[in-house]
């Protein structure tokens, strides 16, 4: 079954299905970051969804590995703890491997029951309360973004509106130094980042000065924390409950890494996507501006078919038979989301962009059980408070060319996204 990209073909996708379908499937590495920055993945996955769904690559710049790529097998592979391991002692949550001397855990990377103190601490921050406290700002936050935006000229989305709005949010959920707040940006491009030509750095060596700036500067602030009456910031929280506030270092810069990442990549990366999304989907945006009641459909669409985190990774702690396929132990099995919420078998019509879906929430953007993503209460509620917005300014955003794409296999997410906005 050959499904083909909505947006409409293009030369450079007609080039990649070629490929794709061309390629002996011994062949396939389709973790490669350039696929992902030119948007050419998509065709590998609709092949091994087909003909290859629990496939075996056994070179690749990360080292041998499986992928998993349909729906239903990426959820049962989440759910089996005893077997899919996330500790961070045998890989963590990403392809890439690291020595152990620079392994960072944090509660994603921890299978049960340590897991489950370390994520329990910082749940309250999410609670319903909390979000209604948080919803104030996000809107004034939005509405005077928006209103500043430049209109019949092109500017970069990304920048002007993506980062800064997420950033803007980790701030406050940090209670970090607002005129600093760039660099958290900075250090969660460093925490997913390929090293090299490509990357936003050129070694090793250089992300890891900067992350250890990173730990430095949040030493710093939760030193002042300890010291202070408990808040409701997740600095606080973490400094004043048992199960976090001894933590060793490495540990400490992996949760603070993990939340960086968590509140940036999702809520930026489908931010950007969106608006590429209706875009090229002008339709469905008319749909949204004449029924607002479809705004809460229309966020999980755009997050769904963005997919803003493209895989996670276990490693196998005994071997398993697994849909005829025998996987052992030590094996790294990547978990394809991108791949999964296009999978036809669950979801109808997966390539299409529509925002009135009957079932909106079936996808795997926030992951599967226990690691599901403990801030997708507050991403949604910051995407949907977003879009309330738009729609009663503009009546067009224009995407004026085609997006440049990040270097990676984790972060599916946008470099550069150019718009006008008519007056």
Known sequence: M???????????????????????????????????????????????????????????????????????????????????????????????????????ESFISMDPPRHAAQRKTIAPVFTSTHLEQLAIGIRERSVECFDNLPTSEVFDWVGRVSIELTTQMLAVLFDFPFEDRRKLTRWSDLATTIPGPAGVVATEDERQAELEECAR??????????????????????????????VDPKNF????????????????????????????????????????????????????????VAHMRRTVLSDIEFRGKRIRKGDKVAMWYVSGNRDERVIEKPYEFII???????????????????????????????????????????????????????VNGYETLPVRIAR
């Open 2 to 104: 050959h499904r083909t990209l909505d947006p409409p073909q293009d030369s450079r996708y007609d080039r990649a299905r070629e490929r794709a379908f061309a390629l002996p499937l011994e062949e396939f590495d389709p973790a490669d970051p350039e696929l992902f920055r030119s948007n050419a993945h998509w065709p590998y996955f609709d092949r091994l969804r087909e003909e290859d769904p629990v496939h075996y690559t056994s070179d690749s710049m990360f080292g041998p590995y499986w992928s998993i790529t349909r729906y239903e097998d990426i959820i049962d592979v989440e759910a089996n703890h005893a077997v899919f391991s996330s500790a961070s002692a045998l890989g963590g949550i990403t392809l890439v491997d690291v020595t152990p001397d620079l392994r960072r």
């Open 217 to 246: 500067y949040f030493s710093r602030l939760w030193d002042a924390r300890i010291n202070q009456p408990p808040k409701s910031d997740l600095l606080s929280v973490m400094a004043h409950s048992p199960a976090t506030r001894d």
């Open 253 to 308: 810069l992996g949760n603070l890494l993990l939340l960086i990442v968590g509140g940036n990549e999702t809520t930026r990366n489908t931010l950007s996507g969106s608006i590429y999304a209706v875009s090229r989907h002008p339709a469905q945006y008319e749909k949204l501006r004449k029924n607002p009641a479809l705004i809460d459909s229309f966020v999980q669409e755009v997050i769904r078919w963005q997919t803003p």
């Open 356 to 410: 009135d879906r009957e079932r909106p929430r079936q996808h795997l953007s926030f992951g599967f059980g226990i690691h599901r993503c403990v801030g997708l209460r507050l991403a949604e509620l910051q995407l949907k408070i977003i879009w309330e917005e738009i729609p009663k300014r503009f009546e067009r955003i224009e995407v004026v060319d085609e997006p440049r794409r990040v270097y990676s296999n984790f």
